[in-house]
């Protein structure tokens, strides 16, 4: 029977939001790994339509997913939606199923799962945002108004009418491209948050421990029980902070030093694999994060009201000061 060390490492982009959970709970990690790219979009009705056409029509795979809910489901981009945005997909839907030759009642069924991506908040009109030629399309101001409430780096859309009357918009290709730098980012945080664990695992002999758990992790950390997560934390936490943890540490790997030598060479394989499969994935996500950078605008000032609405509206639920303060 094949070992499992020898299965290849894979770990979907949707494991990035448990992994980017577990860094910004502990500042030290975030240190350590860095910081996660995350970015607040509004998004258009266009972009919604085009994705459940999609979705109705030329999905074969069930469980697949747009470009776009994919890089939402790994909470690189928090998508926000007007209100509005629900009436204004739904009065399409009788000419998308007569052109596209769709049933009208999937795309509903669609449109109901889809919702449960976006982010819904109130929009309305505020004196404080300068809008150009604000009657050269009137449905699009709700996406305004929001874009500068939650402050946005951006509205995704296809409509040339926001951004002609003065709103910053993003490019479709943007989704492509921080599709990318999330799968890049999913394996090598994988990789490097495990190979944490592995080595403290090591210093105090427990091999098949790590193995069960590099397996694991290699399915993506979220998927580890909530006890499981706790543990790895704070074994992490006391193995890297404390200082008499870490002389305890290097004491005991000394001692275990000779039964690992035992198994180096069938493990040597797989951690030089591991290094390669992550210094590749650490390029890709670097290349796809420049390519997105420069299809964004240019950053504009976000007071902290704005940061802490946007943050309480995406959590769907009440926060505490400090899990606020995270965000």
């Known amino acids: 029977m094949m070992n499992e060390l020898d299965k290849k490492i894979v770990i979907s982009s949707d494991h990035l939001a448990g992994l980017r959970e577990l860094i ?3 500042p030290h990690l975030a240190v350590a790994f860095g910081d996660l790219r995350q970015f607040r979009f509004v998004i258009d009705s266009n972009i919604v339509l085009a994705d459940l056409i999609w979705r109705a029509k030329h999905r074969t ?22 209100l ?3 009436e204004e997909v739904e009065k399409h839907f009788s000419r998308i199923a007569a ?13 109901r799962s889809y919702q449960a991506c976006l982010v819904f908040c109130q929009s309305e009109f505020d004196p404080n945002v300068k809008v150009v030629s604000p009657d050269r399309d009137p449905n699009d101001r709700p996406f305004i108004y929001l874009a500068a409430k939650v402050g946005a780096a951006g509205v995704l859309t296809r409509d040339k ?48 421990l790590v193995t069960d758990l590099a397996t694991t992790l290699a399915r993506g950390f979220a998927r580890l029980p909530d006890a499981t997560k706790i543990l ?3 074994a992490t936490a006391f193995a890297i902070l404390h200082p008499t943890s870490r002389r305890a540490l290097a004491e005991t790997g ?20 591991m290094a390669k499969t992550c210094h590749a994935e650490h390029e890709k996500a670097v290349r796809s994060w420049e ?25 769907r639920r009440p926060l505490t000061l400090q899990e606020l303060e995270r965000k």
Request: proline share 4%; hydrophobic share 45%.
């Open 24 to 26: 910004s709970s502990l």
């Open 61 to 82: 795979n069930p469980s697949a997913t747009t470009a776009l809910q994919e890089v939402i489901a790994s909470g690189t981009i928090v998508a926000y939606a007007p």
């Open 84 to 86: 509005q945005l629900r």
């Open 99 to 111: 052109e596209e030759q769709i049933s009208e009642e999937l795309l509903h069924i669609e449109w």
């Open 161 to 208: 009418d926001i951004s002609a009357m003065g709103a910053p918009t993003v490019p479709v290709a943007i989704v492509f491209q921080l599709r990318d730098y999330a799968r890049g980012k999913a394996v090598e945080l994988g990789i490097e948050v495990g190979g944490t664990v592995i080595v403290a695992g090591v210093s105090v002999g427990a091999i098949k």
């Open 232 to 234: 790895i934390v704070l």
């Open 254 to 273: 000394r001692k275990a030093w000779s039964n690992i030598c035992l198994i180096a060479k069938h493990v040597e394989p797989i951690l030089s694999d």
């Open 291 to 315: 390519a997105a950078r420069q299809s964004l605008p240019a950053r504009r000032k976000v007071t902290l009201r704005t940061h802490a609405y946007a943050a309480c509206q995406a959590a």
